[in-house]
């Protein structure tokens, strides 16, 4: 059975860095076709992409927040890590992790999603 | 970056009729869409992938339709618990979503 759970801090202040970690289970990014991707959700608004890391650690951003975001695994502890820089109220979002194949590039299984607020 | 849109915002129907939901894309996607399911406080759950094919474990009153602009969902006869908000998702570019589409009791 495929598990993901983010773990986030629930209160960011404005221009800190915020880390999310993903922690997985079912599956491993070891093995060759695993992608796990982040998307967020600001309160009442649509779902945005955001970056994606693969088994063979191939990174993807979204173009709008490239510049503000790094993914990384950790396939010792099933874990994915995304940071974001120089947070705004604008990034108050539940934030989600979910899963991806090569063979099967929908998101088919999806943590259960994280509050994030920005504020002073 | 491709852009999805939805129609109608919200969609109000009783359990028992059917549902259909539009989505658009801003250039052709070819079959590379997909609807999700969320309700609130949930994440969002995948229905329908490549347009037309249910994932595993939906109920046939699902289907999806559409290629290359246009693309429906449509939900046969409306059960309690499809009272919800459904998204598209296409992946022919970098994933983009569409606004949603809530579905809620007349």
């Known amino acids: 059975q495929v598990t993901l759970k983010e773990s986030v801090p629930a209160l960011v202040k404005p221009t800190q860095t915020l880390t999310l970690t993903c922690s997985f289970s079912?599956?491993?990014?070891?093995?060759?076709?695993?992608?796990v991707s982040w998307i967020r959700q600001p309160p009442g608004k649509a779902l945005e992409w955001l970056a994606r890391i693969d088994w063979d650690d191939d990174k993807f951003y979204s173009t709008s927040l490239k510049t503000r975001l790094t993914i990384s695994k950790d396939t010792s502890k099933n874990q994915v890590v995304l940071t974001m820089t120089n947070m705004g109220p604008v990034d108050t979002a539940t934030y989600y992790c979910?899963?991806?194949?090569?063979?099967?590039?929908?998101?088919?299984?999806w943590g259960q999603g994280t509050l994030v607020t920005v504020s002073s | 970056e491709i852009v999805l849109t939805q129609s109608p915002a919200t969609l109000s129907l009783s359990p028992g009729e059917r549902a259909t939901l539009s989505c658009r894309a801003s250039?052709?996607?070819?079959?590379?869409l997909a609807w999700y399911q969320q309700k609130p406080g949930q994440a969002p759950r995948l229905l329908i992938y490549d347009a037309s094919s249910r994932a595993t474990g939906i109920p046939a009153r699902f289907s999806g339709s559409g290629s290359g602009t246009d693309f429906t969902l449509t939900i046969s006869s409306l059960e309690p618990e499809d009272f919800a908000v459904y998204y598209c998702q296409q992946r022919s570019d970098w994933p983009t979503f569409g606004p949603g589409t809530k579905v809620d009791i007349k």
């Open positions: 979910a899963r991806s194949l090569l063979s099967f590039n929908w998101f088919d299984s």
């Open positions: 250039q052709s996607i070819h079959s590379y």
């Open positions: 079912g599956f491993s990014l070891n093995t060759r076709g695993m992608r």
